[in-house]
């Protein structure tokens, strides 16, 4: 096999991940709101949602390292006006 059908194997396999709840202690007495507040923010921090996203369309490998090195010279700007 060569390598490239090798690499191209390996980007179908479904990779599993493990599945947990979100867990949000609600102390007694404690307001809703700020409940909702500390699941939305441990939600976010799983980043379901940025996935999906990702998952909806399928982006070209050349465009990713397009946008890859684009938003390096970005950052890289960012620091060099910094100092």
Do not use: W
Request: aromatic share 4%; glycine share 2%; proline share 2%.
């Amino acid at each position: 096999m060569c390598l490239e059908s090798l690499k191209h194997r390996n980007n179908n396999l479904k990779i599993k991940t493990k599945k947990q709840m979100i867990i949000v202690p609600v102390k007694e007495g404690e307001n809703i709101e700020k409940a909702l507040k500390k699941f939305k923010r441990k939600f976010e921090k799983t980043g379901v949602i940025k996935e999906l996203r990702a998952r909806q369309q399928f982006d070209k490998p050349s465009v990713l390292k397009r946008l890859k090195m684009e938003h390096a010279i970005y950052v890289q700007k960012l620091r060099a006006t910094e100092e």
